[in-house]
Each structure stands twice: as structure tokens, then as C-alpha cells.
């Protein structure tokens, strides 16, 4: 097929000649596949009794009870986030209002010396880039990677939080693209303490609840700064994505 | 030289090689620390392992509903679904692509896949440039070796030899101190991600419920390499599928504490489809290439196939005493220690590779890690059954039909006593010389003395 | 009761005293032991290169001369494995099944024996040294045998067992893997060696006798002090 010297490109190709070249190889693999199957392999743990079945139920459902426990309370879940956060070396901060989230903004502006900011539109993100005060580049209408790449820090809203393991979702759609919040070396998200999610289950429940069919095409876990053990597995943070985490919540 | 030749010359070498023991003992040792804790921060490690390894079942054993299910989300949303059967037609879709796009630079994410379709270096034949961005399989692209360990690429160096490489090869190394060495390369990739006309990604997980692809790293160049590049390709074997959205919920934070200790690796990163419309950035066009290579025929050995349940965590690499011993380039495959010792005889041919599935003490280390209870050491003995059912060796079956006939005759089992017993002051005499039979074990170890009475002759004795 | 005692070929031939202690313990428990002496080898050496049928012709003998035994018991982890674990496996779609089953149903590895069916723990045993315990890995993984042991060196007068942090750690004997790959094997054993010399033990006790063997090879062919011994000797000593 190959000596056909047909290209994957749809415009220059008779497309019935590369639907079936295409078309072809995809029914060689599902008719390997299914000749394949036509022996049952036995479950796991039936020690080779292939006439055990699985369950109605998805085996994944209970996993709320092995993963590791959270608390009951939404005061122990935000303390078990602000251990994992800690842990990860992503800052994360609680405020009792809009007004000491601002101040502690600013403050960080001021410390980190900041003098470009990146983010998108947002009723969260709009209080903050006007907190800041800063040229702010807005991703949401398309923007010049070369500008974001001056950015000090990109600041961005969120999905969720997840007490479990310290880290925050964010998709495309909620966090002004792909780029935003992996670019930049500093990444701050503004979050509502109504955000927190008990463990993993949850987010993806979540994710699932308010997005399906229609996803975002990114939906990202970020679990902390951008890290790397490569050298002699000694932690070094900030190996392409950003270097630090803040996460601010009110 | 065969591959077996190769192997055993490498490994002779390497467990010899008392520097490196020490290098790769020392990585591990971290890593077990922090896999222990995470491992006991469950609430039940073993429950998770069963239902994981349920929940693959249930992907390969419905394989083909599965896959067909994938694509067709994947394509409504307009993503370019290829099918290769072997890795010849995967890297001819990937070259079609980068001259379609008149591509020139082409920047990596990591992906295993890649590495065993060898696809680099085809590219490169071709003029196009590759970079790799994960910095461990940067490191290795730099050093033209292939990467060391499925998971960790370039545990086998010191900073010392990566100070040294970077001066060398880049110009630009200002202290050996793992911090200052990673921000080179982050400086080395900043502008390649910009820049490059197409972006490449292996992939972790591929979820039939919704139509998406996982990946799972810890430094963000993959997420950089799938939000820049105009085009995106995604290369992944056709077994990385998973039946459901949420099974990922149990699936990630298991990879992560398998295979690194960690509660969660930093950025687990779901794609279901190129820039969408109302979408601001990522590729126009996203290109999915799904590759058999093989697989299918292990999928048809129904007693190995739980094989392909593999996550690609790389925790029976790390607790394999043969692999901690030899390293992970002495196996000469893309994908080593116990994991690929029972697969690539699948992929690559039994006769062979048949040698990986042999070189084990078969102690079973890797099947009590693996998070999906995979029968690991079980499945190297079945590979020997087969290989020696197909191709017997004709000294060693004569070997062993002469032993059954030995143990199954008392006097003759006597009788070889007696021999043993007798031969002793001339096996001292020729011990570790060319003469001596037991060579193999007298050249670095003492044989035991042989009473001269046996239990069975004390027995006898009593009565 | 009367214990059928399995002695492993290499213990017959080489280690006999393993198996002797081993008699010695059970009869002072009051029971009948019997060895039968048709016996030679479980088959392993063929069954693990892969050569099944060769190791059937010899497992076959074995299943004969158990078939009427009230209770097996083996003095060897990887031996009492072949039998409980891969008989089954070994004799899958023959004729043999079943007696492989129920021969399987009444084995034991000799220190499961006295800890689990018999609830002996105390043996009267003792033996003042430091002691360090390497877990042979058929023993552990296959049969699952990490406590009994323990528990009855725990109950010798004198004895300290001081564990290593490699006790679970392969010690590269693997049986024809020791002669097929002789470097990794040394290998391997070099790294038990000296995770049991940092112990400070002045013995390496195991319950298996093959592992004890390559370990000993090189714990004397490198003139090292640390001395080996199986684990029915040391419950024998007084």
C-alpha cells in the first residue's frame, strides 16, 4: 500500500481510495481482535475458572473506599488540601473574603515582582487582573504565544479542588486554554471554597455531571508545581511547566 | 552476535560492574521509601488492585467494542483516527503527516510506543528535526542511548555525567546541581515549543466512555507539546484502553504510586478532540494512530493475555532483582525487566527472545507489584513451555529425559550418589578450570561437600 | 499422626542433616514419620526450563508414592511449591488432576507444618547466636510462608534474629538460573551477602536448603566468617 504512495491527506487523495486503505487496516486490527477473543481468558482471582462473570456494577465504583480516606467534615477536607498542598510545595492560601484574597494579591504581585500577567475572562479572574492592575494579556479571543511567554505568571479560575490529593482541575474552557495554565512560571488560580471536592471519585463525577457530552477538548489534573526526579531522583520543580503553584480560596 | 550472545555478554558486564549496582540500588532505595508510604496511605492497596485488574479485563477482553467505541467519539469531534497493524505503517501515517504539514520540527513528549516503532530515527532519516522534551529522554537523545527504564530514562546517570554530557553537547552547564541542570533544559525547550510545527504525544489511557486519550508526566511538556503546535499527533498501543470516565479515579493515583511513590503524578491531562470551536488555542488538527504491532497475537494466547492489562508503571522493573542487576539496556528491547521479558517474545518472536523469559529466578517479586496482578513470573515459565514445546534444545531434553530416568530409579539415583561421592578430590582438582563441568557455578562459588552418607542411606540405616 | 516427609533431592544428596533434624523434631512430637525412599526429586529442575513432559514423568512417581500418605510434609519451600502450586498446573487436562489436587490439599512446607496444622511453636530448642532470616522466594510467594518461621525462632533460648533489609530479596539461586546465567546469579547472591552482613548475624538461617547452598558458595569462596544453616537444624539444637 504503501508503493501506492497515497498521502493522509484528505484533500489530495481520492477519498474513496484512502477510505479504504484507511477502512481496511482498521478491519484487519478489530477482525484480528475479534478472533483473538473468541478463547475467554479467565477473571482475575477465578484461578482459571473462565465461567465466573463480572458484575453488573463497574469494578472501579467502590474505589471511594481503598483510595486514601478524607475527612467527613468540608473543615477537614480543606485541612487534608492544605497538607497535600503543602506537601506538593504549591502555596495555598483561605481567606474569609473577597477583600483579604485581593490584599494577599497584591502582595504577592509585589514580592514576586511581577510586571505581565496572562489570563482570560472570568468573574473571578476579572476581579483579580483588576486587583492587580498589571498589563494583563486575555487569552479567551486567541493571543501571541511570544507575549505570554513574557508573562510573570498566568492567572487563571478553576473546576474544582480536590482535598484528597492537594491538586486542582481546570479545563480549556474554564481556564482560559491549554496554554494559560502550563506556560507561564507562575500559576495562580482564584478559587471559591465551594469548589472543594472530597477525593478523585468526586471530581470525575463532577467533571462528568456539568460537562457531558459536550467536554472541553483538555481537561487537566494538576497536582502541584511542574516537577522532575530525572536527575538522580532528586525533586526539582519547575522542569517545563511552571515552577510555582498558588492557589487562592475564598 | 545473537541476541542471546548480546545479552548474556551485556549482563556479564553489567552485574559485574559494582559502580553501577551502587548507582541504581541508591535510586531505588528512594523510590521504595515513598512507594511504601503512598501504598500504605490506602485504604485497601489490594482491593484497588483487584478491581483495576477487573477493569482491564473488562478493556481487553471487550477490546474490539471498545476501540470502536473510542474512535467514534474521537472523530465526531473531529480528530484523525489511523490504524496500524505494525510499525512500519505506523511511522510511514506519522512521515505522511509532517510532509503533508511541511513540518520541520517535530517536538516529543515521551512515549514508549515510539521508542519500540523506532520512530526517531526514521524521522530523522527523513531531514525531519526531533526534539525530545521530557528531560530524562532528552538526556538519552544526547547521549544516542536508549532510554533506561520505561519510567525513568535516565536513572543510570549521575549529575556528574549529565554536567559533562550538557557540556559537551550543548555548550551550556554551569554546576552539576540537578536544579541548575533541568532549568538548561527548560531555557533548551522553551523556544522549541513555541516554535515547532508539529507536536508528537504517547498517551497513558484511552477512555471508550467519553472518546478521550490520558497522558500522565510530571513536567508539563507534554501538556505544552499537545496546547502549541498547529498539529498534534498521539501514537499508543491499542491495549491502552480503559472502559470508563471515572475508572480513571483509581487508575492514575495507582500509576503514580506504582511506578514513582507519588499520591498523584503532577499533571493528568485528558484530550478529546483538537481546538474545538469557542476554543482559543491547542492544534487545529489532532491525529490518533492506533498500533497493533503484535498485541493481537498475544491477545490470542487467552493464557498470557492479561499481559496487555500492563500500565506501563515500571514497578516490576524496579523490584526485579535481575533487572536492578543488569539494567535496563542490557535487555536490548524497547520495553525491559519482567514486563518485557514476557511480552517481547510475543512482539519480537519466541525463539528469539525466548533467553529474557529464562534469564529469571522466577521469584516472583514482580507479580506481588504489579498494581493490576499481572502473573508475571508465571508467564515467563509459560513462555519456556512453549518455547521448548516448539523448539525443544536437544542436549538439555536429552539432559532431563536421562534425569527422569535417574529419579525414577532408586539404585540409579544410588548410583549417582556414589559417583558424586567418589569424583569429589577430582572435582577439586579441576575446579574452575576449562575441564570442569560445574564451571559455571565454581567460577565465583564454592560447591558444597557431599557427605558421605545420605539422608536416605541414614534412613535406611535406622531401621 | 503419620507424616509422609518429603526429602528434596538436593537435601538427600548434599544436606542431609537438614532433613535428619527434621525427623528428629517430628518424632519427638509424637508422631510416625515415614520417607519414602522411591522418592528421589519433585521435579522442578525440567518443569521451570520448561520441559514439561520430562518433569510429568517424574511427578508422576511422586503422585504414586503419596497417593495413600495421611500428610505430606517438605522440607523445602520451592519442593513444597512444585507439589501444592504447580502439580495442579503441571498435570492440568491428564488424568492425574484430581490426585494432584488432593495431594496438593495435603501438603505442607515443614515450618507451616509445626506452626499452622500441629500449633507447635516451642521446640525446646536453643541456640545463642545472632541470627538473620532470608525468606526463599518460593517459600514466600507461593506458598506464602513469611511468619512461621519467625515464630518458632522466636521461642529458641538465646537465639536474636536481627532481619535484613533484603530478607525478601531473591538470592539468585533459581535453580538451573544459577548454572545459565552464573554472573547474574552471583550477582544477585553478592547483594544477600552483604544486606546479611549488615546485620552483624553470625548465621543465615533459611528453610531452604538450595538457597542456603549458593549463598554458602560465595559466603566461602569470598572467605567471609557469616556461616549458614537451615532452620530445622537451629529448632533441633539444644
Redesign the interface.
Known amino acids: 500500500m504503501r508503493r501506492l504512495n497515497l498521502k493522509n491527506n484528505w484533500l489530495e487523495t481520492p477519498y474513496v481510495v484512502s477510505y479504504i486503505f484507511k477502512m481496511s487496516e482498521r478491519e484487519n486490527i478489530l477482525g484480528r481482535i475479534r478472533e483473538a477473543l473468541k478463547v475467554a481468558a479467565p477473571l482475575p482471582g477465578s484461578h482459571g475458572d473462565t465461567s465466573v462473570h463480572t458484575s453488573a456494577e463497574p469494578p472501579t465504583s467502590h474505589a471511594r473506599e481503598w483510595l486514601p480516606s478524607v475527612g467527613a467534615s468540608v473543615e477537614e477536607q480543606f485541612a487534608l488540601f492544605a497538607k497535600n498542598a503543602a506537601d506538593l510545595k504549591a502555596d495555598f492560601q483561605l481567606f474569609a473574603s473577597r477583600e483579604e484574597l485581593k490584599a494577599a494579591l497584591l502582595k504577592l504581585r509585589d514580592a514576586e515582582k511581577w510586571s505581565r500577567i496572562a489570563s482570560h475572562d472570568g468573574e473571578l479572574t476579572d476581579f483579580a487582573c483588576k486587583a492587580l492592575g498589571l498589563p494583563v494579556t486575555i487569552t479567551d479571543h486567541g493571543y501571541d504565544v511570544q507575549e505570554m511567554e513574557k508573562c510573570d505568571a498566568g492567572i487563571t479560575e478553576c473546576d474544582a479542588l480536590i482535598a484528597q490529593t492537594g491538586g486542582v482541575v481546570v479545563t480549556n474552557r474554564s481556564a482560559g486554554g491549554r496554554a494559560l495554565s502550563v506556560l507561564p512560571p507562575h500559576h495562580v488560580v482564584i478559587a471559591r471554597r465551594e469548589q472543594l471536592v472530597a477525593d478523585l471519585p468526586a471530581a470525575f463525577a463532577f467533571l462528568q455531571q456539568k460537562y457531558a457530552p459536550d467536554y472541553p477538548s483538555m481537561i487537566s489534573f494538576i497536582t502541584g508545581p511542574s516537577r522532575t526526579g530525572d536527575i538522580e531522583r532528586i525533586l526539582v520543580l519547575g522542569a517545563h511547566g511552571p515552577k510555582k503553584l498558588t492557589v487562592l480560596c475564598f | 552476535m545473537s541476541f542471546v550472545s548480546q545479552f548474556?555478554t551485556r549482563?556479564?558486564e553489567k552485574?559485574?560492574d559494582l559502580r553501577h549496582?551502587q548507582v541504581i540500588r541508591t535510586?531505588l532505595r528512594?523510590?521504595e521509601i515513598v512507594r511504601d508510604k503512598r501504598k500504605a496511605?490506602?485504604?485497601?492497596?489490594e482491593?484497588?488492585r483487584?478491581?483495576?485488574?477487573?477493569?482491564k479485563?473488562?478493556a481487553?477482553?471487550?477490546?474490539?467494542t471498545h476501540?470502536?467505541a473510542l474512535v467514534a467519539k474521537l472523530e465526531a469531534?473531529g480528530t484523525?483516527v489511523?490504524?496500524?497493524?505494525n510499525g512500519?505503517?505506523a511511522r510511514?501515517?506519522i512521515a505522511?503527516?509532517l510532509?503533508?504539514k511541511k513540518a520541520r520540527c517535530i517536538i516529543k513528549s515521551k512515549a514508549m510506543t515510539s521508542e519500540e516503532i523506532h520512530l526517531n530515527h526514521a524521522l530523522e532519516k527523513e531531514g525531519f528535526t526531533v526534539v525530545e522534551?521530557?528531560?530524562?529522554e532528552f538526556?538519552v537523545q544526547l547521549r544516542h542511548e536508549p532510554p533506561y527504564h520505561i519510567v525513568?530514562?535516565?536513572?543510570h546517570?549521575?549529575?556528574g555525567e549529565?554536567k559533562d554530557l550538557f557540556q559537551k553537547e550543548l555548550g551550556d552547564a554551569p554546576s552539576d546541581s540537578?536544579?541548575e541542570?533541568?532549568?538548561v533544559?527548560?531555557r533548551v525547550?522553551?523556544q522549541k515549543?513555541?516554535t515547532a510545527d508539529v507536536g508528537f504525544t504517547g498517551a497513558n489511557f484511552a477512555i471508550a466512555e467519553?472518546g478521550?486519550i490520558s497522558i500522565t508526566e510530571?513536567?508539563?511538556?507534554a501538556?505544552?507539546t499537545?496546547?502549541?503546535p498547529k498539529t498534534m499527533i498521539t501514537l499508543l498501543g491499542?491495549e491502552k484502553i480503559l472502559?470508563?470516565?471515572?475508572?480513571?479515579?483509581?487508575?492514575?493515583?495507582m500509576l503514580a504510586t506504582a511506578g514513582?511513590g507519588q499520591?498523584?503524578?503532577?499533571?493528568?491531562?485528558?484530550?478529546?478532540?483538537?481546538?474545538?470551536p469557542g476554543?482559543?488555542?491547542?492544534p487545529e488538527e489532532w491525529?490518533v494512530v492506533?498500533l497493533?504491532n503484535r498485541r493481537?497475537?498475544l491477545?490470542?494466547d487467552?493464557?498470557q493475555?492479561?499481559a496487555l492489562h500492563c500500565i506501563r508503571c515500571g514497578a516490576c522493573l524496579n523490584v526485579c532483582?535481575?533487572f536492578?542487576?543488569?539494567g535496563g539496556h542490557t535487555y536490548g528491547t524497547t520495553y525491559s525487566g519482567p514486563v518485557g521479558s514476557v511480552i517481547t517474545p510475543h512482539l519480537r518472536g519466541l525463539q528469539e527472545w525466548k533467553h529474557l523469559s529464562?534469564?529469571?529466578?522466577?521469584?516472583?517479586?514482580c507479580?506481588?507489584a504489579c498494581p493490576l496482578?499481572i502473573d508475571l513470573h508465571h508467564h515467563l515459565?509459560q513462555?519456556?513451555?512453549?518455547?521448548?514445546?516448539s523448539e525443544?534444545a536437544f542436549f538439555?531434553?536429552l539432559a532431563?529425559?536421562i534425569?527422569?530416568i535417574?529419579?525414577?530409579e532408586?539404585a540409579f539415583?544410588s548410583l549417582a550418589?556414589k559417583i558424586?561421592w567418589l569424583t569429589q578430590p577430582l572435582q577439586r582438582a579441576v575446579k574452575g578450570s576449562a575441564f570442569d563441568p560445574a564451571k559455571?557455578?565454581t567460577?565465583?562459588?564454592?560447591?558444597?561437600p557431599?557427605?558421605r552418607?545420605?539422608?536416605?542411606?541414614?534412613?535406611?540405616n535406622r531401621k | 499422626m503419620t507424616v509422609t516427609l518429603f526429602i528434596p533431592c538436593f537435601v538427600d544428596a548434599l544436606f542431609p542433616r537438614a532433613g535428619i533434624n527434621m525427623v528428629e523434631i517430628l518424632e519427638r512430637l509424637g508422631h510416625k514419620v515415614v520417607c519414602p525412599e522411591e522418592i528421589v526429586c519433585c521435579g522442578q529442575p525440567p518443569f521451570n526450563s520448561g520441559y514439561w513432559d520430562e518433569a510429568r514423568t517424574v511427578a508422576v512417581k511422586v503422585l504414586e508414592q503419596l497417593k495413600d500418605a495421611e500428610v505430606i510434609v517438605i522440607g523445602s519451600g520451592s519442593c513444597g511449591a512444585m507439589l501444592k502450586n504447580f502439580y495442579p498446573e503441571l498435570f492440568k487436562d491428564t488424568r492425574q488432576l484430581q490426585l494432584a489436587k488432593q495431594i496438593s490439599s495435603r501438603t505442607w512446607e515443614f515450618s507451616e507444618f509445626l506452626v499452622k496444622k500441629l500449633g507447635v511453636t516451642e521446640l525446646g530448642a536453643k541456640f545463642p547466636h545472632k541470627v538473620t532470616f532470608h525468606d526463599g522466594c518460593h517459600g514466600l510467594r507461593e506458598l506464602g510462608i513469611k511468619k512461621s518461621p519467625r515464630e518458632l525462632l522466636s521461642k529458641v533460648a538465646g537465639l536474636e534474629l536481627i532481619e535484613m533489609s533484603d530478607a525478601e530479596t531473591c538470592c539468585g539461586f533459581g535453580g538451573t538460573f544459577a548454572a545459565k546465567f552464573p554472573m547474574i546469579s552471583t550477582a544477585m547472591g553478592e547483594v544477600k551477602c552483604a544486606s546479611a552482613a549488615e546485620t552483624g548475624a553470625e548465621y543465615i538461617v533459611s528453610g531452604d536448603s538450595s538457597c542456603l547452598m549458593h549463598i554458602q558458595g560465595l559466603l566461602s569462596r569470598q572467605g567471609k566468617p557469616t556461616k549458614t544453616i537451615s532452620l530445622a537444624e537451629v529448632l533441633n539444637t539444644k
Open positions: 548474556k549482563a556479564t552485574s559485574g549496582r535510586a528512594g523510590y496511605a490506602f485504604q485497601s492497596w482491593s484497588a483487584q478491581a483495576a485488574a477487573e477493569t479485563w473488562e481487553i477482553n471487550h477490546l474490539d476501540l470502536e469531534r484523525k489511523h490504524w496500524a497493524s512500519e505503517q510511514e501515517i505522511a503527516i510532509r503533508d522534551s521530557d528531560l530524562g538526556i525513568f530514562p535516565s536513572m546517570l549521575t549529575r549529565i540537578p536544579e541542570l533541568t532549568m533544559a527548560r525547550m522553551r515549543y513555541i467519553t478521550m510530571n513536567e508539563g511538556n501538556r505544552l499537545a496546547a502549541l491499542i472502559p470508563r470516565f471515572a475508572d480513571l479515579a483509581l487508575f492514575l493515583p514513582a499520591p498523584m503524578t503532577c499533571y493528568n491531562t485528558m484530550y478529546s478532540g483538537p481546538r474545538q476554543e482559543c488555542d491547542g491525529h492506533l497493533d493481537t497475537e491477545l490470542a487467552a493464557e493475555r492479561d532483582p535481575i536492578r542487576n543488569v529464562n534469564a529469571s529466578s522466577l521469584c516472583g517479586a507479580t506481588e496482578k515459565l513462555n519456556r513451555r512453549n518455547a521448548s514445546a525443544p538439555e531434553r532431563y529425559q534425569f527422569g535417574v529419579a525414577n532408586p539415583w550418589k558424586g559455571a557455578w567460577k565465583t562459588r564454592d560447591l558444597p557431599q557427605p552418607e545420605s539422608f536416605k542411606d541414614w534412613w535406611r
